[in-house]
């Protein structure tokens, strides 16, 4: 989801002589700084725990900061076992020692579980990481189907959502749809069909409803949908 939508913003720049004809953004972790900001406000689960804890090591990964570990984690020891998860293990295993952390306060530094003092280096990463927040400017107008899942045990609904909202206040296209009653896997199969009946729409020049652009609706059943 949070691919689809990065490679649709950044295309114009990379690719500019092609435009791109649609984009399926599904359960798109697509506001990290706002699902990162909701969770120290509302609370953690333990894969959205673990889900951010990845998520900080493959910043420091790419942006090649901090350089101290602990700026961030709890100690060297959570620093290392996070750094082994995510070199070492597939998508949705912990290294040994690091499943059972379910306490923030067990797996970020305090600063970093403090919306007042987060680190500017490890914020403004969130902040570009984020549609809604990135620095770069949108140049495309490629159509967007996005779908959220209600009881997502990953990405708050309300991040995904409020990422919605503020792409469609930007001018961008995007159909929204979620998906009640389902979590983030089940939300994302379920919703499969209508992204395949959305992209072949959009491949054959048919018109797109305009009621369903930026009509940031309530949840719907999609497992009935896709019938």
Do not use: K
Request: hydrophobic share 40%; glycine share 6%.
């Amino acid at each position: 989801g949070h691919g689809t939508l990065s490679v649709v913003r950044y295309a114009p720049y990379y690719l500019p002589e092609r435009a791109l004809d649609a984009g399926v953004a599904l359960v798109p972790d697509a506001n990290a700084h706002g699902a990162f900001l909701e969770l120290l406000d509302q609370g953690w689960t333990q894969p959205r725990l673990g889900l951010h804890a990845l998520r900080t090591a493959s910043f420091a990964d790419f942006y090649g900061t901090p350089a101290d570990p602990s700026t961030l984690f709890a100690d060297a020891t959570t620093a290392a076992l996070v750094e082994e998860t995510y070199t070492d293990y597939c998508f949705g295993d912990f290294a040994p020692g690091l499943e059972t952390v379910g306490d923030p306060a067990d797996m970020f530094a305090p600063s970093v579980l403090d919306a007042t003092t987060l680190p500017e280096s490890f914020e403004c990463q969130l902040r570009e990481n984020s549609l809604p927040t990135t620095s770069l400017v949108r140049l495309d107008d490629t159509p967007i189907l996005m779908n959220a899942a209600q009881l997502d045990e990953l990405i708050p609904v309300a991040s995904v959502r409020q990422a919605a909202q503020s792409l469609c206040d930007d001018g961008q296209r995007i159909e929204y749809v979620q998906c009640a009653d389902l979590g983030h896997t089940d939300g994302a199969v379920a919703f499969l069909s209508q992204a395949l009946v959305f992209i072949r729409a959009r491949l054959a020049g048919e018109p797109w409803d305009t009621d369903r652009i930026c009509s940031i609706g309530t949840a719907v059943d999609c497992l009935a949908a896709a019938e």
